[in-house]
Structure formats: C-alpha cells, structure tokens
C-alpha cells in the first residue's frame, strides 16, 4: 500500500514538471536522429501547423479575398434584381399566355411552336417571318434570342448624355394612354438623380386634366406652369419653357391633349404647339415623346404611325404592359416605326416605370420558354 502511493507520488511530480517546462515536449535531438522517423514526422507536423499570430496567415488571406467576392457579388446580383423582376412583372401576362401554349421548358423547340408562340405574342406576322427566315427545324434559346434582339437594332442610338438646359420634352398620345402617369414618373426619375424640373399643363382641352396633373406635381414636389381649361396650350408651353429658362431649370416636360390621330383640329393645335416651343427656345421640344398603352398591341402601330407623320416623333413610352398578354407588339413597333423605345411602365407609383433594355426584355421572354 505504502510503496503504491509512493509511486503515484513520483508519477505526479513528473507530470508537473513536464507542465511547468517551456521546453518542447519533444527532444529536438531524439527528432532529427535518423533512426527515430516517427519522431520527426511529428516534428514536420507540428512546425506546418505552427501559426504565427502577427500577421495574417496566407490561408486567412485567401479566405477574407473570398468573403470580398461574395460580398460583391451578391451587390451586383441585388442591383440587377430591381431591373429582371420588373420586366419579368411586366410580361407576366404575355409569358402565361405563352406557358398555354408549351407548359414544360425545353432546350431546343420546334420551328412551327416557335412560329406560334411569336404570333401569339401580338408580333404581326410579317416581322415573326423576317425573325425566323432561315432558323433550322429545333430552335436553341441563343438562336432565336439573337434574332429577336435584331430586330430593335434599326431604331436609332440617342446620346443622352450631354443634353441642353432645359432639356424640353412634349408628351404626346390619346386619351388614356396614360401620359399624366408617366410625366409623374419622368419628373420623378429626373428628381433622383438631382435635377431640377418644371411641368406644363398643357391639356387644357380634357376635363380635369390640369387638376390631375397639378395633383402629381404636388405629390412628387416639382412646379408646374398652369392655366384654366380651354386657354391655349401654346401659351403654356411657350410660358413653360421661358420659365424654365429663367429659373436655369434641368428638365421641362410638357402634357399636351389626348387626340386620335383623325381629330384634324387638334392635330394641327399639336403642330402648332412644337412650332411655339421652338420660338421660346431654338430647338424645343427636344424630345416628342409618344405614350402607347401595351394593351392595344399591334392597333397602336397604326395610331404611332400617323403622329410620327404629324411631328416627327423621337422615342416611345409603352404603358400597361403588365395588363395584356401582346408584349410581343413591341417588336413590331420598334421594328416598323424604327423608333427607339425610351421606357416602359407598369403600375400607378412613381417607381413604375424603368429604361427599356432589348436584351433583358427579351431574356425576359425565353425565361418563360427555354430552360
């Protein structure tokens, strides 16, 4: 009994001493004898494993240049994810239509489908033949995006980025196309990127037209240059104009009278009122902008046609795209008209309304289709 606790004793004094020791556990010259390979070995181990606190470790680098990655990446994807849900909102109509149509996904799809779902998209026939000459039997997604991209490429680029100050823009289309919406909108886009702007209620012709507008200027907090209903639009357009000239205001948007391309009185008032605005500034308005409501499709062409005749239309707003299932038309527009499309709307907010992209309007589209 003695001599057992008399050597737990000893046992325990070695270990404390081993613990309080500094030294490495390990005999250095035990380690690099030839003889003792395990020894060494562990050696190796415990020198690659030894991590030097004072700076980073190369792996510590390595794993902070990825976070950085992520980081990055996961902005640019949240960047771009306002602009894809937006178009993806704004053809959910046309591309459930198109789901009718070819429920799964696919690959490749058949010539004759493909032919289908583009007519079945509002695109008039002539511009689906000019898309598709040539196309083999089983269309790929990259095929037919490159020939539906194409054909937006014949509206002209416009160099937005020296403009004159103020930049004038008349607002032009019929009645329920939803061009009061989509001044608010403009105005509001021009705010955001800290520009000054002015507005002219110059549909002094429709009923509580000036009220409306007046009403949106209040909301998003811009000045607006107004009359009583039946005064002359010209007037106000001129007097829009030399007040923005006079304040150095940024952006100028005019709302002109919602008119059907037959009514002759009022469309000899809209000539009237460009020639106006070029004698209150030389080279005003320096941008018609025509207001087409997406649900009429390929009707509207022909309505875009005859104001393009009238006053020479620079770009197009499409409204409503998210209310119909023809968001196809737009390739027809484009295409026929050779005008570029500036924006598309959807909704009543201000946010509503975004840039037109082909690219991402189109990828928009075969997202409904292709894999």
């Known amino acids: 009994m003695f001599s057992f606790f008399k050597k737990k004793k000893k046992e325990e004094i070695v270990e404390e001493e081993i613990l309080d020791n500094e030294e490495p556990l390990l005999d250095d010259k035990k ?8 020894a060494k070995d562990l ?4 020198e690659e494993n030894t991590i030097d606190n004072s700076e980073p470790s190369i792996t510590e680098e390595i794993a902070e240049v990825k976070v950085i990655k992520e980081v990055v990446q996961q902005k640019q994807i949240a ?22 149509i070819i429920p799964k ?25 000019k898309a598709m000459d040539g196309l083999p039997d089983m269309i790929t997604r990259s095929q037919l995006r490159h020939r539906l991209v194409m054909l937006f490429e014949h509206a002209p680029n416009v160099d937005m980025s020296n403009l004159p100050k103020p930049f004038i823009q008349l607002i032009i289309g019929v009645n329920g196309a939803g061009k009061t919406t989509t001044i608010a909108k ?8 800290n520009k000054s702007v002015l507005l002219g209620a110059g549909d002094t012709f429709r009923a509580a037209a000036i ?9 998003i907090d811009v000045p607006i240059i107004k009359t009583q209903q039946g005064h002359d639009p010209s007037a106000v357009a001129y007097d829009t104009i030399s007040s923005a000239i006079a304040k150095d205001i940024d952006h100028c948007i005019i709302d002109t009278a919602g008119r059907l391309q037959t009514q002759t009185n009022l469309n000899k008032e809209l000539q009237k009122i460009v020639k106006v605005c070029n004698k209150a500034q030389e080279g005003a308005p320096h941008q018609k902008l025509l207001i087409l409501d997406g649900t009429q499709g390929n009707t509207a062409i022909a309505q875009a046609k005859a104001f393009h005749e009238m006053v020479n239309v620079d770009g197009i707003i499409v409204t409503k795209l998210d209310g119909t299932s023809k968001g196809g038309a737009l390739f027809s527009v484009s295409n026929q008209l050779e005008l570029p499309i500036f924006y598309i709307g959807v909704g ?15 990828d928009s ?7």
Do not use: H
């Not at 690099?32 to 395990?38: A, I, K, L, S, Y």
């Not at 996904?105 to 033949?129: A, H, N, P, R, T």
């Not at 009543?348 to 189109?362: A, M, T």
């Open 79 to 100: 960047d771009e994810l306002p602009k894809k849900s937006f178009f993806a909102k704004a053809l959910e109509k046309t591309i459930g239509n198109l789901s009718s």
């Open 105 to 129: 996904k696919l690959e490749k799809i058949q010539f004759d489908i493909i032919e289908e779902l583009l007519i079945e998209s509002d695109m008039e026939y002539e511009i689906v033949e």
């Open 211 to 219: 009220e409306q507008l007046s009403i949106w200027a209040s909301k």
């Open 348 to 362: 009543e907010s201000k946010e509503d309304l975004i840039p037109f992209s082909p690219d991402e309007f189109v």
């Open 43 to 46: 050696k190796e181990v415990i």
């Open 365 to 371: 589209l075969l997202d409904g289709i292709y894999l």
């Open 186 to 193: 403009l105005a509001s886009r021009y705010k955001n990127q």
């Open 31 to 38: 380690i690099n004898q030839p003889n003792n390979t395990e």
